[in-house]
């Protein structure tokens, strides 16, 4: 009977030693899963936005930049939207311009983010969540000139280099319909915003990139997927039309904001590539914010509720004119993004 006690503690003692060795070896990665850090990267990163930022905020900021541009204290948008949503809780639905005035006045006088709030590591999760939204919309970009006698053949300006996906002059309807129930193939969440407007409306690109994804999809038919320049933005734009979705696209091209990439349509929700299964001819238009690789196509992804950007983004519009002979409509006054390499 000793004996027998004496194995079985012997055996006890052999399985807590294998579980701490397994745990040792093989729960760090757990870990990773669980609070989201990279196997690659060795680091936290984050899993999800509530990006509730209002378009009046959004082009608040926006000019508040823009005239601080030139002086000794450059007041950055994000700086101020992020110091906001630190007072707001993350919800902008009380949102007050003197609100935002008052941080512009003081970082103008030289007053550091950190200094205007007591919770800096809220502060720091903003200034990371709302720069991997907005990066891509503000910055140096160049206007064509007709003639270049001082040897350059752009102006250089400052200010928003982003455009609505509809090109100017087409009418579109919108609400905010993030989140809505989906049923086609599986019961989801809607996880884009749709812009109801008329078969071959122009679509251009929100902002410049790399074109990821070019095909069809049966859930969004005839769809582009564009990634940003610095990787953090994945565009998606789904539904385009039947029999002519694109303008000249295909994986790998270097697209930039404004050129018109499709034409809306009503394709998707079949199997059957080229095929009108959608009611109603509409934009589907995503956003997807990628902090990890594993982000793109695994869990955690990161889909942002985009009604009130493009809100924000209607009052800029990419003017387009058809060319008869390529049937196929291009930007009329095209920016040079600076960002973009040569």
Same mark, same amino acid.
């Given at each position: 009977m000793k004996i027998y006690k004496r194995r079985h503690v012997i055996s006890l003692y052999i399985c807590i030693l294998c579980i701490f060795i397994l745990a040792r070896y093989t729960g760090a990665h757990f870990y990773k899963a669980y609070v989201g850090v990279s196997a690659d990267a060795e680091k936290k990163y984050i899993k999800w936005i509530d990006f509730d930022v209002t378009s009046q905020a959004l082009t608040d900021a926006v000019r508040f930049d823009v005239e601080s541009y030139d002086g000794e204290s450059h007041v950055n948008h994000v700086t101020l939207l992020s110091l906001l949503a630190v007072k707001y809780g993350g919800s902008f639905k009380g949102y007050k311009k003197a609100d935002m005035q008052k941080l512009y006045d003081a970082l103008r006088d030289g007053k550091k983010p950190e200094e205007l709030t007591k919770n800096t590591k809220l502060l720091n999760y903003y200034l990371e969540a709302y720069s991997a939204v907005l990066d891509g919309f503000v910055g140096e970009y160049g206007v064509r000139k007709n003639n270049s006698e001082d040897g350059l053949f752009y102006e250089k300006r400052y200010g928003l280099k982003a455009f609505s996906p509809i090109a100017a002059g087409y009418y579109y309807e919108d609400y905010d319909d993030f989140g809505a129930p989906r +049923?086609?193939?599986? %019961?989801? #969440?809607?996880?884009? /915003?749709?812009?109801?407007?008329? &078969?071959?409306?122009?679509?251009?690109? $929100?902002?410049?990139? !790399? &074109?990821? #994804?070019?095909?069809?999809?049966?859930?969004?038919?005839?769809?582009?997927?564009?990634?940003?320049? *610095?990787? %953090? @933005?994945? !565009?998606? !734009? =789904? /539904?385009? @039309? %039947?029999?002519?979705?694109?303008? *000249?696209?295909?994986?790998?091209?270097? &697209?930039? =904001?404004?050129? $018109?990439?499709?034409?809306?349509?009503?394709?998707? !929700?079949? +199997? %059957?590539?080229?095929?009108?299964?959608?009611?109603?001819?509409?934009?589907?238009f995503g956003l997807q914010i990628i902090f990890d690789p594993s982000q793109k196509d695994g869990v955690n992804q990161i889909w942002i509720d985009a009604y009130e950007l493009t809100k924000f983004l209607s009052a800029n519009r990419s003017e387009v004119v058809f060319d008869k002979q390529s049937g196929e409509f291009s930007r009329k006054n095209p920016i040079i993004d600076l960002s973009i390499p040569d």
């Open positions: +049923s086609f193939g599986y %019961k989801r #969440a809607h996880l884009g /915003h749709d812009m109801l407007g008329s &078969v071959g409306t122009p679509i251009v690109a $929100v902002e410049g990139g !790399y &074109v990821e #994804a070019c095909g069809w999809n049966r859930f969004g038919g005839w769809r582009i997927g564009i990634r940003s320049l *610095d990787g %953090k @933005r994945y !565009y998606y !734009y =789904a /539904h385009l @039309r %039947k029999g002519h979705p694109f303008n *000249d696209m295909y994986e790998g091209k270097l &697209v930039e =904001a404004g050129e $018109v990439i499709g034409y809306l349509g009503m394709t998707g !929700y079949s +199997s %059957k590539e080229d095929t009108n299964n959608i009611n109603v001819p509409h934009l589907h």
